[in-house]
DNA sequence: TTGAAAGCGCTAACAC
DNA sequence: GTGTTAGCGCTTTCAA
């Protein structure tokens, strides 16, 4: 390995004067330095240098799980977002494990400048964890309920609205038995886009009873499982709302396998659209969302935090829309939509 | 910052003593080592054991866009793969320009133990780059032309063998005019399918005529062009043969904006599988393989490297399967398919 | 403007 | 088993 003494010894100077140089000092010996580093092929060792300054040019960002398209486009507008600082972009997916969350929070959290975070539920201990080592923090996507949270800088987005627009379409196209499969209540997404159509049904006196409330997991399976329970039910609803792009994937796999026609027998809504969505027969009506940007966003803010910028935390929240496509209709007439038995 | 000395002056004993314990070794007073670490909420500096050992704990995976369910599945399981040996992931994305694979790969390669890398061309500078740092590197899904790739670990998918099993379901349902959509020839993945594709044909004696050559560039948007330029062919083909995901998608698109209508008029058969392939109607016929593992793989060939294992490059190469949908039929009979004005 | 030298936190000889 | 010490590559006083 070429060291910065290499350099300054072929250079005839001292390794300050090169150091100098690097750091864009003006030096007499300029040229001279140049052409040592470029005949020995030299790159300062940014260990050394992070040693040294306590800058370690590394974030690390935290997501359930990148093979989730969401979180696919979040890590790409982060690390984008990150190029423009020189800054470097460490991976981990937790799986929604809370246990493993809280491993790579403190196994991390001395080796990056920053942490961005989309945590697992909300009773979280990163906020604890990243205060204490003095590393900033951004939330992405979720927050924590406590105020344990406060001074972490949040990116969100409207889940309330947008699952309260979806639940208003299904209510304008006359529906009044409507479902919803939501997420995990502990999670922000899960509480507010579960709300967001509770709330709206509430206001439009249209009450959600007990069993078409299904709680689930933000898992393909966990709405393939629920959508199959409401299919099973002695009244079935007419139409579902599922709560993230995973489950609405198990849903539509439900309904295909019971043979159910969307949206003459049964209307979905999905929050959070999928490249493949509008290829779909019917084209799936989602709730949709800027994902890249909300990526993006979360690792500006947390820039501004690593340039030294103070102040109470931001909390952003972006919005959301409803993309109608072709998969809800008025509810089927003869009022006993949906009802199958499991073919093979 | 707590470090290592405050530890043993609290505990009594010297650094080393304290280092020692921490490796893993016998001492006397690890007893007190243990307690000072708890009370002073101690973590080693990764950073100064680097600049000391030499070894990073880091791996840089480059990828032309984790946004691609292909390459997010990958990095999935390199990164599960990692944990095993504590090694963390550094993620870029090249967006398929080699001259910003170049400027990643010399600012990565003194600051991680290895690197995966999906190079953007086969006439790639990468492992010249990373032989002089005497870094290990990794190819994924790709290698190069020339032999600066000898010495290159390599995790290929059987792309010749995969383009020409869906060649042969096509041709063994009856098509003759079979037009595929490649994607970059100075690819390994991009010329591997077109020639799997051309080689079954000229076996078979269905010759591909040049026009049904189409050259593309794995982007959705390039799927979308080639396609509508095949539609509107004086003699359109028969079925497609879309080499990778995202243009697969693209060709669905433009597919749907023409109303032409799957399997019946035009098959269509795509290379990477979708989630949502299933779901379509008609469900889309693919040639799949497994990303995770091709992922997984890669990262344990570079860890088997960076302990210390030599000899000569393993280049493996895992299976594909044809996975038989819905969309692929015979052609039609009146010979004269899928030609359509657009429509709004 | 420049060089000498100290030191960031840790590890590995080496001597005890 | 343990302490002392040197040094990884770099930056940054402090003098000159």
Redesign the interface.
């Known amino acids: 390995?070429v060291a910065i003494s290499d350099v300054a010894a072929r250079a005839g100077v001292s390794t300050a004067t090169v150091s100098r140089h690097l750091r864009g000092q003006l030096v007499r010996s300029a040229e001279a330095i140049e052409a040592a580093i470029a005949e020995l092929?030299y790159?300062p060792?940014?260990?050394?240098r992070?040693?040294k300054s306590?800058v370690?040019y590394?974030v690390a960002?935290v997501v359930p799980?990148?093979?989730n398209?969401f979180f696919?486009?979040v890590?790409?507008g982060a690390?984008?977002a990150s190029r423009r600082a020189q800054y470097?972009?460490?991976?981990?997916?937790t799986d929604e494990d809370p246990a493993r969350e809280q491993k790579i929070i403190?196994a991390?959290?001395?080796?990056v400048d920053g942490i961005i975070l989309a945590p697992t539920t909300e009773h979280d201990e990163a906020p604890a964890i990243a205060r204490?080592a003095g590393v900033p923090l951004v939330f992405i996507d979720r927050t924590i309920a406590t105020d344990a949270g406060d001074g972490v800088d949040t990116v969100l987005v409207d889940n309330t609205g947008g699952a309260a627009a979806a639940a208003r379409h299904l209510i304008d196209l006359g529906h009044r038995r409507i479902a919803v499969i939501a997420g995990p209540l502990d999670t922000t997404p899960g509480r507010e886009r579960y709300e967001g159509v509770l709330g709206e049904c509430r206001r439009r006196r249209v009450p959600i009873p007990e069993q078409y409330r299904r709680m689930s997991d933000f898992r393909e399976d966990g709405g393939y499982q629920q959508m199959l329970a409401l299919l099973a039910l002695e009244t079935p609803p007419t139409c579902v709302i599922s709560c993230n792009n995973s489950m609405t994937?198990g849903a539509?796999?439900a309904l295909?396998d019971m043979r159910v026609s969307v949206p003459e027998e049964l209307s979905l809504v999905g929050f959070d659209d999928?490249?493949?969505?509008?290829?779909?027969?019917p084209p799936l009506t989602v709730v949709r969302r800027d994902a890249v940007a909300q990526g993006s966003l979360a690792m500006r803010l947390l820039l501004k935090r690593l340039e030294g910028e103070t102040g109470k935390a931001r909390s952003i929240t972006l919005d959301t829309s409803l993309t109608v496509r072709g998969s809800c209709a008025p509810p089927p007439a003869d009022g006993r939509p949906a009802r199958r038995k499991a073919q093979r």
């Open positions: 390995m092929d790159t060792s940014s260990v050394a992070s040693l306590g370690k590394a960002m799980d990148v093979t398209p696919a486009s890590v790409k690390e984008t470097n972009v460490f991976l981990y997916n403190r991390v959290v001395h080796n204490k994937v539509l796999k295909a999928l490249d493949l969505a509008p290829l779909l027969s």
